[in-house]
């Protein structure tokens, strides 16, 4: 009984412990990432992925402590994964496009461009899409997996 309990307690710790360290450890990578060039966007996500990250292999940590047989969890981990993954396929191929467009910077907010045939005004620029203010009003969302896909044209840089 007293090693149950011993386990408990362990597993209770790795898991409180885990959510100081990620907490630090997200304000480090904080730190870290002000001081590089890295698009605000970009680091932003990187500290906020932070400290799920550290927790969720806490969580996996515990469980192993406790005597949960870990590879079954991670069998389904994995296949409820893959199952999202094909569900998430156009928005996850947005977001990757996305950080190319974050790391190239092809045209910025201001700027005048073409893009997938869409002339106008970038008012815009995120994750998943980019918003175009077209000549005769109308607001386009573009998703980014079709600009990345498609030639860009650039007619007129912002000042």
Same mark, same amino acid.
């Given at each position: 009984?007293?090693?149950?309990?011993?386990?408990?307690?362990?597993? +209770?710790?790795?898991?409180? #412990?885990?959510?100081? &360290? *990620?907490?630090? %450890?997200? !304000?480090? =990578?904080?730190?870290?990432? @002000?001081?590089?060039?890295?698009?605000?966007?970009?680091?932003?996500?990187?500290?906020?992925?932070?400290?799920?990250?550290?927790?969720?292999?806490?969580?996996?940590?515990?469980?192993?402590?406790?005597?949960?047989?870990?590879?079954?969890?991670? +069998?389904?981990?994995?296949? #409820?994964?893959?199952? &999202? *993954?094909?569900? %998430?396929? !156009?928005? =996850?191929?947005?977001?990757? @496009?996305?950080?190319?467009?974050?790391?190239?910077?092809?045209?910025?907010?201001?700027?005048?461009?073409?893009?997938?045939?869409?002339?106008?005004?970038?008012?815009?620029?995120?994750?998943?899409?980019?918003?175009?203010?077209?000549?005769?009003?109308?607001?386009?969302?573009?998703?980014?997996?079709?600009?990345?896909?498609?030639?860009?044209?650039? =007619?007129?840089?912002?000042?």
């Amino acid at each position: 009984m007293t090693e149950i309990l011993w386990s408990v307690f362990s597993a +209770a710790a790795i898991v409180g #412990g885990s959510w100081f &360290v *990620g907490g630090w %450890l997200a !304000g480090l =990578v904080g730190t870290l990432m @002000a001081q590089t060039r890295i698009d605000p966007m970009v680091r932003a996500l990187l500290v906020r992925l932070t400290k799920p990250l550290i927790m969720g292999m806490a969580v996996i940590a515990a469980l192993a402590q406790i005597g949960v047989d870990i590879r079954v969890l991670l +069998a389904i981990l994995l296949a #409820g994964a893959i199952a &999202v *993954g094909l569900g %998430l396929q !156009g928005p =996850v191929s947005s977001v990757i @496009a996305g950080g190319i467009l974050f790391s190239r910077t092809p045209f910025r907010v201001g700027d005048e461009v073409e893009l997938a045939g869409i002339q106008g005004t970038v008012v815009g620029i995120g994750w998943l899409s980019v918003l175009i203010d077209e000549a005769n009003g109308t607001r386009t969302i573009l998703p980014n997996r079709l600009i990345t896909s498609a030639p860009m044209r650039i =007619v007129k840089r912002a000042e």
